[in-house]
């Protein structure tokens, strides 16, 4: 079984910060993706921000400049850093991770966290 397990979330009032931690464990290889994505009531499920097992980043024009995505490959662990937060980032915020089934294997296995809520009062 592989598990994402992500901490962090809470209620923050506008322009504050909040430090969300994602930890992988089981039986997930060479995880090369990691990202988290939000959800807001009534809404589909966005990008939030995503990076690679090198180091490579991608952010949603929405959170650029105030959010920051950071990855621990050894403990396949991912953070985001969310600085400035608004109203508008409320939503539940789900971790990802993309791998393999194995060392050796070509198998894609991908695994989404239960998600974390953060709320931003307006």
């Known amino acids: 079984q592989v598990q994402l397990v992500e901490s ?5 009032q506008a322009g504050g910060s909040l430090r969300l931690s994602c930890a992988a464990s089981g039986r997930i290889f060479n995880i090369n ?3 988290w994505y939000r959800q807001a009531p009534g ?3 966005e990008l939030v921000a995503t990076i690679t ?3 490579g980043t991608n952010y949603a024009d929405s959170v650029k400049g105030r959010f920051t995505i950071s990855r621990d490959n050894g403990k396949n662990t991912v953070y985001l850093q969310m600085n400035s937060l608004k109203p508008e980032d409320t939503a539940v915020y789900y971790c990802n ?3 393999r089934t194995s060392t050796t294997s070509l198998t894609r296995l991908e695994v989404w966290g239960q998600g974390t809520l953060v709320t931003v009062p307006s």
């Open 8 to 12: 962090g979330g809470g209620l923050v």
């Open 33 to 35: 993706t990691m990202g």
């Open 43 to 45: 809404t589909q499920r």
């Open 53 to 55: 097992s090198g180091g």
């Open 97 to 99: 991770a993309v791998g």
